[in-house]
């Protein structure tokens, strides 16, 4: 566990490789929150949803339908809302981090900036393999094109689910025709 570096809660359950992707989702936050020029609590909501995201990635599925009481959504889609509702029981009670943190796999037409930015970072960190060129350009661009590339963002996980095939959810589709 990185929890010394990264300033986790003691409820968190990250392993090695999955501290080392949250860092790199916080580091490009920070920076982009940096360039931005964010005031400081919305900064600090920028870091936190980095650092907070995947708090419970690693936690069993048991764990994760003890926290939320869902028992039909695919295990991969609770570890967000688990966070999110261990959150709040221990006193969160930002919303914009909440929604962030409980829609970051899916997306939401809710979102203020922070849900939109934690989406695009944990899609465009540097150590994800797959069209790396794309995504650190796109990266670059966040700080002064930041709707456009969140929507760019959208665009291309809706390519890429299709492509593999894998199933969409409705909180993407209609997060998607919101863009339109």
């Known amino acids: 566990m990185h929890s010394s570096t990264l300033d986790l809660p003691d409820w968190a359950r990250v392993g090695d490789k999955r501290a080392e992707h949250i860092q790199r989702v916080t580091a490009l936050l920070n920076a982009w929150a940096a360039a931005m020029r964010l005031p400081p609590a919305e900064a600090r909501a920028f870091i936190d949803a980095g650092v907070l995201h995947d708090a419970l990635r690693d936690a069993t599925e048991t764990e994760l339908r003890e926290i939320t009481g869902d028992n039909e959504s695919p295990a991969g889609l609770l570890h967000g809302p688990a966070a999110a509702i261990t959150l709040e029981r221990h006193g969160e009670k930002r919303t914009d981090l909440l929604d962030a943190i409980r829609y970051h796999t899916v997306g939401s037409v809710r979102w203020g900036v922070v849900g939109r930015a934690l989406y695009m970072a944990d899609f465009l960190e540097p150590g994800r393999k797959f069209m790396k060129q794309d995504r650190y350009f796109l990266s670059l661009q966040v700080p002064t094109s ?35």
């Open 146 to 180: 930041f709707e456009s590339v969140f929507r760019q963002v959208v665009r291309m996980r809706l390519e890429w689910t299709v492509r593999e095939g894998n199933h969409i959810f409705p909180e993407t589709v209609t997060l998607w025709n919101s863009l339109q």
